[in-house]
């Protein structure tokens, strides 16, 4: 299966509650990213894992973890759900740490209400 | 202040103009510099990047870096209806960070025929 697939597409959440999103990464990448994007924002980096361990975090709390599989496949769980925390959720896989060109799913919609 | 800045337009030009965006940023540490196209509901496709100073041209695009200025900067000339996205500024310091970008805000183009 080619290119990075994140599910589910959309999601509605009650402020409070826990959520995981998924995200598949393109075959034989082994490097996966996670960003969150507000609506009319940038993406913001949360955190990065390569080869199943977390390779740097952003200004994030740490309700926002992460684990990544043995078959580089990766989750995103958020706790505590604020409003804030409403946005695009984008994953981006790579085949190395350094390598260029990361491949950004659709992303998943969350919504907080 | 945000590290990236850049004009979320949105920018309206008729088709067949050159379209003009810039980013400014405020760490000199930055060597590596992006631009993404995002289309509505898609996650970031990676256009060009530039390492340090300098101009690069792939077909009708042209990105310029200024590093002592600070300014970045994609020209996309003979525009299209088809290149009607929002349009990501990214940066970089080290090719290790590739996946742990910092995004400006992104400015919206809309090209009318």
């Known amino acids: 299966e080619t290119g990075v697939t994140q599910s589910p597409t959309h999601l509605i959440k009650t402020r409070g509650q826990q959520v995981t999103l998924r995200c598949s990464s393109q075959?034989?990448?082994?490097?996966v990213s996670w960003y969150q994007q507000a609506l009319g924002q940038g993406p913001q980096f949360i955190f990065q894992y390569y080869r199943e361990e977390e390779n740097g975090r952003g200004n994030f709390p740490p309700r926002f973890s992460g684990l990544q599989f043995p078959n580089y496949s990766s989750e995103l769980n958020v706790n505590a759900l604020e409003l804030d925390d409403s946005a695009l959720y984008l994953c981006?896989?790579?085949?190395?740490?350094?390598?260029?060109?990361?491949?950004f799913g659709s992303g998943t919609r969350l919504t907080v209400v | 202040q945000k590290e990236v800045e850049q004009d979320p337009g949105p920018l309206s030009v008729p088709e067949g103009a050159i379209v003009s965006l810039n980013c400014t940023y405020s760490?000199?540490?930055?060597?590596?510099f992006m631009w993404y196209r995002q289309y509505s509901r898609k996650g970031p496709e990676l256009l060009m990047y530039t390492y340090s100073s300098g101009n690069k041209e792939d077909g009708r695009f042209t990105a310029q870096v200024d590093k002592s200025s600070k300014y970045i900067s994609l020209f996309i000339r003979d525009s299209q209806p088809s290149d009607s996205a929002t349009y990501l500024c990214?940066?970089?310091?080290?090719?290790?960070?590739?996946?742990?970008?910092?995004f400006g805000a992104g400015t919206q183009v809309v090209v009318t025929p």
């Open positions: 981006a896989s790579s085949l190395a740490q350094g390598a260029q060109g990361y491949t």
């Open positions: 075959s034989g990448h082994n490097t």
């Open positions: 990214a940066m970089s310091r080290t090719t290790d960070s590739w996946g742990k970008l910092q």
């Open positions: 760490n000199s540490a930055f060597q590596y």
